[in-house]
């Protein structure tokens, strides 16, 4: 399964350099695990934080102009640290599974000539096989649109661009004038039409570029959840489909997909989902004259059943969460915000419970990464899983790892829930 060992971002709202999990450069720093939690106080910037992958996967497929237009950000603008002119940046560092070899993802946004935001620098880089020391090497290295991108899976041992002063530039001439040399053959030049958009959206759409592809592929899967239950209690156009979309508007359209094709234990998995919604002993679909579909819940209790237009908000999330585990193909990473909002607190514990399961078990084939601030979600969790979010004295988002406090590290072992450590200040900063 792949999965993000660490993530940085530079001068996004309130992250003005945070980094979450290990770095390429930053070796001895935890990796993120298979579930991962923010927590923090309001106005800390886990919203923030959880967006900031939002914007990531959005900028791959809307591009970078879009994307920060896109769910409110008001653009680039908006979008840059208060008071700074210096470049949005992220950093992805990831595994494809667990015996690969780890691949860095940089990306820098700035504005243009023009004022208009565009992709400043893009690169993917890996270090050869068996290396073990120094800097990864890049295969796409994109610089205001023009650079190099590696074909296959080959490693060009004449190319060092971790060298001080390379130039890529000068690279690119040489390419040109030698296409017979090593790197000529095993290389492309490559000159992007649109600076806005992203390299490995167009690059990762060729066979070539196996690597780049996987790249694509992996945060296309991504799962960011922006769902509201009002866009849940929408009347789709009955038609499968086979994902949750990230609004969670076509629930009943995936419940009608599984019924296609996973007829054989469909209605088991429909019964195991409402086994852990209180209250609800089925769950069907039903197709109106027109074309729409219901989305139906029988409670115990009433002979007749209540449609999704009816249930409440804490209904439809934890129905929506449920299916989202549920899934045959299920997305690589699952990113949530305060799954806690509108459910019973007495939901919460065993709710991170069923995240980790998806996570760490059989089925483990999502990395789940939720940003929350109650503790009854945090009791579930232990500190290795835990990411402290705090608002530094300048105004800036500052983390930190539960872990780091071996007081709190020893509590937790001796059976005290984290959560309750956190109600009681005990992972406040000291």
């Known amino acids: 399964m792949a999965q993000i060992e660490g993530f940085k971002v530079r001068n996004f709202r309130a992250l003005k350099d945070v980094t979450v999990g290990k770095l390429w450069n ?8 298979p579930m991962t939690a923010v927590i923090g106080k309001n106005g800390v910037g886990k919203s923030t934080l959880f967006d900031a992958f939002g914007f990531l996967a959005d900028a791959l497929k809307v591009g970078v102009e879009e994307a920060c237009d896109l769910r409110g950000r008001g653009g680039f603008r908006r979008v840059r640290t ?31 000539g023009s004022g208009r935001p ?18 990864p090497y890049s295969f796409l290295l994109l ?18 661009d971790a060298k001080p002063g390379f130039d890529v530039g000068q690279l690119i001439e040489r390419i040109r004038a030698e296409p017979e040399a090593e790197e000529s053959r095993e290389s492309e030049v490559v000159e992007l039409d649109d600076k806005r958009k992203l390299g490995i959206a167009t690059l990762g759409a060729l066979r070539q570029h196996p690597r780049i592809s996987a790249f694509r592929r992996f945060i296309e899967g991504w799962f960011v959840s922006y769902f509201t239950p009002n866009a849940a209690r929408s009347l ?13 508007d076509n629930l009943g359209n995936v419940v009608q997909f599984m019924e296609r094709e996973h007829g054989g234990r469909f209605q088991s998995i429909l019964n195991r989902i409402a086994s852990k919604i ?31 237009q009816q249930m409440s908000d804490g209904t439809l999330k934890v129905f929506a969460y449920m299916l989202l585990l549920e899934d045959p193909n299920p997305p690589p990473f699952l990113c949530i915000e305060e799954p806690e909002n509108g459910l019973y607190h007495k939901l919460l514990e065993s709710l991170a419970k069923e995240f980790r399961d998806h996570a760490t078990g059989k089925k483990g084939t999502s990395q789940v990464f939720v940003t929350t601030h109650q503790p009854y979600f945090v009791d579930a969790l232990e500190p290795e899983e835990v990411w402290i979010l705090e608002k530094g004295k300048d105004g800036f ?12 590290k020893s509590m937790v072992a001796q059976g005290l829930p984290l959560g309750g450590l956190w109600y009681s200040d005990y992972l406040d900063a000291r």
């Not at 930053?26 to 695990?33: E, G, K, N, S």
């Not at 499968?240 to 979309?245: K, S």
């Not at 219901?294 to 999704?308: H, I, K, S």
């Not at 988002?397 to 709190?408: C, G, K, L, N, Q």
């Open 26 to 33: 930053q070796q001895d720093a935890p990796a993120l695990t």
């Open 82 to 112: 208060q008071g700074h002119n210096e470049p949005v940046e992220f950093e992805v560092y990831y595994r494809e599974d667990v015996d690969a070899r780890p691949i860095t993802y940089e990306l820098a946004i700035d504005l243009d």
């Open 118 to 135: 565009f992709v400043l620098r893009e690169r993917l880089r890996q270090r050869r096989k068996r290396q073990t020391r120094g800097r």
């Open 143 to 160: 610089n205001n649109g023009t650079g190099i991108a590696w074909k296959g899976e080959t490693e060009v041992s004449s190319i060092d």
């Open 236 to 248: 789709p156009m009955a038609g499968p489909q086979q994902h949750l979309n990230v609004l969670g």
């Open 278 to 308: 209180p209250g609800i002993e089925k769950i069907d679909t039903e197709r109106t004259p027109d074309g729409r579909l219901l989305l139906r819940f029988n409670d115990r209790g009433f002979e007749d059943p209540f449609y999704a």
């Open 397 to 408: 988002s500052t983390v930190r790892h539960a872990s780091d406090d071996e007081i709190v």
